[in-house]
């Protein structure tokens, strides 16, 4: 995998409109001619700057790890002052001077350091599965960055393609599990394992199966496991839902990874294709398709690990019953540039339909979006702007950087996936509308999943 960086210097060219001072002139009457950053990297940079006469050069630069005066005590027109120990990916200011601190002084003005690999990945949203334009399987994972707005197409591929698989990320590596591989026309049920990790763009394939074959479940990751409900054996839902059972993988725990299978001691919604995040050691799901009927439900729980049971709580249900919904969990921490924001679950398009196949033989797309503020006594649902488009399962994920929940893709009518992506400002969920924006995915698809690595 290569991602190719490229380094952009900033140049600012100031007009002197007095006359240029003669070698050794008065430092009070110095004019800086122009002043540039180069060789920016991901903790260093050099900062040049011409003066109007051979002058001493005085160089100030401050940032969240660093405020430093350099001194060039040698008399020169032009100056160069190398920086080191900056912090990836991080803004720095910076204003240079002729002849002393204070006199000729240049344009304050900043430059950013280039972000790592590593620190893009985490930040970024990766696109993982689904269903193309040719009603397969979608083995490409495409990257995103919303911070720089540059798609990546093709990172990697899906070892073994599967459709509707349960796909998580969990300590900086994306699993794909389970899930219905398609030959031709036929179906099969998948109890495969298989996990990328984008740091070192290596597959580990040697995974622990499952203990049963299982599709159209929901995943959570915590601490040092990682969970799944809900979901069904076989492509009939009626014949092979799971009723009440528990999945636990531990990654970490012997040399390929450790399964569990256990009762939850309340029962789990018997439905397949909802919606579901983990916030706060729980993991929440919500709407889906009955095992018996395929009819949508609206109602919503939570499932704790710790305690291998549902909340005594009723939570809120959706406002539309529906399966086959965007999703995502909003959890900003200390570190992310808008902490104080109140952490909630988004829920957008679906289908309203009955359907017991999978994958689904007809839809009744939505528009419709809602969320509900988690950690507060509100527990209800707002319904906010509609999207634009009525969508049946595009996946949905959260840029912490620029403050904006990301919808991607989607399929508009049966079987006819898109490749627009539209935004929401997070200021205001409630009040601000869905924006289709510029760039569009690498390529059309429905059914699939959109993770970050740094939730």
Known sequence: MKIFIYLISTIFFISNCS??????????????????????????????????????????TSGPNYSNLDTSFLENEIHAVALSNLVTDTEYRYVP???????????????????????????????????????????????????????????????????NAQIVSFKNKIYVIGGIIKNGSSYSMSRLVEAYDPITNTWNR??????????????????????????????????????????KFYPNLGNSGTWISLLSSTNIFPRIDMAGCTYNGSLIF?????????????????????????????EASISLARHGAGYACYQPISSDPFPTDTPAIFIAGGSTGTNISQPVTSVTNSNRFEYSFLGTAANSFITGSNIPVALYYPAMEISYEKRKLYLFGGASEFNLPVDQVYTLDLANPGGNPWVLDSLTMPRSRFGHKAVILSR
């Open 19 to 60: 006359n240029t001072l003669t070698d050794g002139g008065n430092a009070n009457n110095a004019k800086i001619e122009w002043q540039v950053v180069s060789n920016i990297t991901t903790n260093s940079a050099i900062v040049s700057w011409k003066c109007s006469g051979k002058l001493p050069g005085f160089l100030i």
């Open 206 to 247: 040697n995974l622990t199966d499952m203990p049963s074959t299982l599709q159209g479940g929901v995943a959570g990751a915590f601490n040092e496991e990682i969970v799944i409900l809900g979901g069904t054996t076989t492509t009939d839902m009626t014949t092979g839902t799971i009723f009440n059972t528990i999945y």
């Open 286 to 314: 919500t709407g889906g398709r009955f095992y018996s009927d395929g009819l949508a439900y609206a109602t919503t729980d939570a499932y704790s690990p710790s305690l291998n049971s549902t909340s005594g709580k009723i």
């Open 97 to 163: 001077s002729c002849g002393s601190k204070e006199g000729g002084l240049g344009i304050p003005a900043t430059f950013r350091t280039i972000s790592d690999n590593a620190t893009r990945y985490r930040r970024g949203i990766w696109i993982v599965g689904g269903i193309g334009s040719d009603k397969n399987a979608v083995s490409e994972i495409d990257f995103f960055d919303p911070v720089d707005n540059i798609w990546y197409p093709g990172i990697t591929n899906v070892p073994t393609p599967r459709l």
